[in-house]
C-alpha cells in the first residue's frame, strides 16, 4: 500500500486516499528482466539435511496444536536448506487482529474497494504509512521475538557473519507465498499472522523482514515506490548490487516477494521511474 497521492476536504476534517495493493514484480525471481535469472535457480535443493531451527510458540506457554512449518533454501548459505516451526495461539491471533482494527477505526480507515481506502492520518504519519507500520510492529513484537531468538542462535551457534546471518532471513521472508490480504486493514497482515498463517505480500513481508533483522541488531529500513506500487527492504551491509542511499548512509536493495532473489538485486524497471523513498519505522515495544 503507498501512501497518499492526495487529499480531499471532508466536514472539516482532511481525508487521504491511498492506494491498498502491492505489485509482485519477482514473482519468478528476476521479474521482468529475463537475464537476471541467469544466476538463479527459483526452486533450488538444499545442500545436504535441512538444519532444523526448531520450533517457537507465542506465547511459550501455548504448546496445542500443530505449528505452521517453514522449509526453505538459502542459497548462498552452506548448510542451505533450513526448517523452523511456528505456533501463534488463536487468542493472540484475535488479539493481533483487534488491534490493527482498533488502529483502522482511530484513523479513519475506509476501504473503497480492492485497491484503493481512505483515512485521516495524523501529522506523525508524515505523508506515507509509517504510523500504520510502527503501530504493528509495536504490537507484534513480542510475536516475532521468538522466532528471532532461532535465528540469532543460528547465527551465533554456526559462526556467521552478518551478510550471512541477514540471507538466512532474507530467504525465509522470500520463501512466504505471496498474497494480498485484501481482507486486512490497509491490505497489509501483521508479521506474527505473516508467520503463522504462511503468506503475505511486499508490505507484510518487507515489515516482517525489518523487524527480525532490527532484533539482530542489521541496520534496515523500508523502502517505498508510488509509482511502482511496491514496498522493499534496504540493509546497511557491503553487498555488491543496487542500492539506496539515506541519510548519508548506503543500503543495499532487498527484494521480499522474489525467491532467491540476492541482496543488491532489484528488477530494472522499477528504477524507472526512479522515485523510491525511505519509511522511517520505529520498532518499539507496545505500551
Same mark, same amino acid.
Given at each position: 500500500?503507498?501512501?497518499l497521492?492526495?487529499?480531499?476536504p471532508?466536514?472539516?476534517?482532511?481525508?487521504?486516499?491511498?492506494?491498498?495493493?502491492?505489485?509482485?514484480?519477482c514473482?519468478?525471481?528476476?521479474?521482468?528482466?529475463?537475464?537476471?535469472?541467469?544466476n538463479?535457480?527459483?526452486?533450488?535443493?538444499?545442500?545436504?539435511?535441512?538444519i532444523?531451527?526448531?520450533?517457537?510458540?507465542?506465547? *511459550?506457554?501455548?504448546?496445542? @496444536?500443530?505449528p505452521?512449518?517453514? &522449509?526453505?533454501?538459502a542459497q !548462498?548459505?552452506?548448510p =542451505?536448506g533450513?526448517?523452523?516451526?511456528?505456533?501463534?495461539?488463536?487468542?493472540e491471533?484475535a488479539?493481533?487482529?483487534?488491534?490493527?482494527n482498533d488502529?483502522?477505526?482511530?484513523?479513519?480507515?475506509?476501504?473503497?474497494?480492492?485497491?484503493?481506502?481512505m483515512?485521516?492520518?495524523?501529522?506523525?504519519c508524515?505523508?506515507?504509512?509509517?504510523?500504520?507500520?510502527?503501530n504493528m510492529? *509495536?504490537r507484534?513484537?513480542? @510475536?516475532?521475538?521468538?522466532?528471532? &531468538?532461532r535465528?540469532?542462535? !543460528?547465527a551465533?551457534? =554456526?559462526?556467521?557473519?552478518?551478510?550471512?546471518?541477514?540471507?538466512?532471513?532474507?530467504?525465509?521472508v522470500?520463501d512466504?507465498?505471496?498474497?494480498?490480504?485484501?481482507?486486512?486493514?490497509f491490505?497489509?497482515?501483521?508479521?506474527?499472522?505473516?508467520?503463522?498463517?504462511?503468506?503475505?505480500?511486499?508490505?507484510?513481508?518487507?515489515l516482517?523482514?525489518?523487524?527480525l533483522?532490527?532484533?539482530?541488531?542489521?541496520?534496515?529500513?523500508?523502502?517505498?515506490?508510488?509509482?511502482?506500487?511496491?514496498?522493499?527492504?534496504?540493509?546497511a551491509l557491503?553487498?555488491?548490487g543496487?542500492?539506496?542511499?539515506?541519510a548519508?548512509?548506503?543500503?543495499?536493495?532487498v527484494?521480499?516477494?522474489?525467491?532467491?532473489?540476492?541482496?543488491?538485486?532489484?528488477?530494472?524497471?522499477?528504477?524507472?521511474?526512479?522515485?523510491?523513498?525511505?519509511?522511517?519505522?520505529?520498532?518499539?515495544?507496545?505500551?
Open positions: 500500500m503507498r501512501s497521492p492526495f487529499a480531499l471532508l466536514l472539516a476534517s482532511v481525508l487521504s486516499v491511498a492506494v491498498a495493493s502491492c505489485c509482485c514484480p514473482k519468478d525471481g528476476c521479474g521482468c528482466d529475463p537475464s537476471a535469472c541467469d538463479i535457480d527459483l526452486d533450488p535443493a538444499p545442500s545436504g539435511p535441512r532444523d531451527l526448531g520450533v517457537s510458540s507465542h506465547p *511459550a506457554t501455548h504448546t496445542a @496444536g500443530n505452521t512449518v517453514h &522449509e526453505w533454501t !548462498r548459505l552452506n =542451505s533450513y526448517r523452523i516451526g511456528y505456533r501463534l495461539s488463536p487468542t491471533a488479539d493481533i487482529r483487534k488491534a490493527l488502529f483502522a477505526r482511530s484513523v479513519g480507515y475506509r476501504p473503497m474497494n480492492d485497491d484503493t481506502f483515512w485521516s492520518p495524523g501529522p506523525e508524515q505523508g506515507d504509512m509509517r504510523c500504520v507500520f510502527e510492529a *509495536a507484534g513484537r513480542p @510475536g516475532v521475538l521468538p522466532i528471532a &531468538e535465528f540469532r542462535q !543460528r551465533t551457534e =554456526s559462526g556467521m557473519t552478518v551478510l550471512q546471518a541477514t540471507e538466512l532471513i532474507v530467504a525465509f522470500q512466504i507465498r505471496y498474497e494480498i490480504p485484501k481482507a486486512e486493514p491490505g497489509v497482515l501483521p508479521p506474527a499472522l505473516v508467520m503463522s498463517e504462511s503468506r503475505g505480500d511486499c508490505d507484510s513481508k518487507a516482517l523482514g525489518l523487524m533483522l532490527r532484533e539482530l541488531n542489521v541496520s534496515s529500513i523500508l523502502i517505498s515506490s508510488e509509482a511502482h506500487h511496491h514496498t522493499m527492504l534496504a540493509v557491503p553487498a555488491s543496487r542500492s539506496f542511499t539515506y548519508g548512509q548506503r543500503y543495499a536493495f527484494e521480499c516477494t522474489a525467491k532467491g532473489s540476492p541482496i543488491g538485486h532489484i528488477n530494472p524497471e522499477l528504477l524507472s521511474p526512479n522515485d523510491w523513498r525511505a519509511v522511517p519505522v520505529r520498532v518499539m515495544a507496545a505500551p
